[in-house]
């Protein structure tokens, strides 16, 4: 089975600062990998995606994230951030099972505190 | 615009008690998806289907039901709350069945609580 691992609960950034939040997942075969991001009272959306080809993808709100197999990793950074970047981010893993459903299993979050 | 609407969005009920959640789509997806959010756990899946009168049990499907009678709705029913339920919910709905193309698209949450 699928998993994964966002070891900060917790980041704090000043404005303009870059930002990496770290994600692992655990999965057999090459998995979708995803980073969502909920805003306080909101529903989560999505901010990028990867299945396969350039390991570096880009994002809305000028977020890229970059797919490290060798370190079973999919970090988000972002190179300057806004106090509207504000939010938890939820990495998750997607898999497929044999109902063609493709399981998504998320990771517990990381808050993201912007300071001026 | 299409969206996921669920009420209520803040609900306290007292154990024992039956409770139903709703959740509305206007994006006329086939799939759509009940999860639960809880410090330290993040998203879990409830339960899920793939269309009319199709429901599938996700991770920690005991206490819950749902049913889909038509391609808009999928009530999540909590059919003797528990303290251990008190949680965030939230409903989400896909095109497709595979995510890669296809992404979640969530709605704004109904808060539980339990007591």
């Known amino acids: 089975a699928q998993s994964v691992t966002q070891p900060d609960i917790h980041i704090t950034v000043s404005e303009g600062a870059s930002l990496e939040l770290r994600c692992n997942y655990s999965?057999?075969?090459?998995?979708?990998l995803f980073w969502y991001v909920q805003s306080p009272g909101q529903g989560l959306q999505l901010l990028l995606k990867y299945f396969s080809g350039d390991t570096l993808v880009q994002g809305i709100k000028g977020f890229e994230a970059e797919f490290k197999r060798s370190q079973s990793s999919f970090n988000l950074r972002k190179p300057s951030v806004h106090w509207s970047d504000a939010a938890e981010y939820f990495c998750?893993?997607?898999?497929?099972?044999?109902?063609?459903?493709?399981?998504?299993?998320f990771g517990t979050g990381t808050k993201l505190q912007v300071i001026p | 615009d299409a969206e996921i609407t669920q009420s209520p969005r803040h609900k306290i009920t007292e154990t024992g008690r039956q409770v139903t959640l709703a959740c509305h789509q206007t994006?006329?997806?086939?799939?759509m998806f009940w999860y639960r959010q809880d410090l330290g756990h993040g998203l879990r899946l409830i339960h899920y289907s793939y269309g009319v009168h199709d429901t599938n049990k996700g991770e920690v499907s005991d206490g819950y039901s749902v049913s889909r009678s038509n391609t808009e709705d999928l009530p999540l029913t909590l059919e003797s709350a528990a303290s251990s339920q008190t949680s965030v919910y939230f409903c989400a709905s896909s095109e497709r069945r595979s995510s890669y193309n296809s992404p979640l698209h969530f709605g704004n949450g109904t808060r539980l609580t339990v007591t």
């Open positions: 994006w006329n997806h086939n799939n």
């Open positions: 998750a893993v997607g898999a497929g099972n044999s109902g063609g459903y493709q399981k998504v299993t």
């Open positions: 999965y057999g075969a090459t998995p979708y």
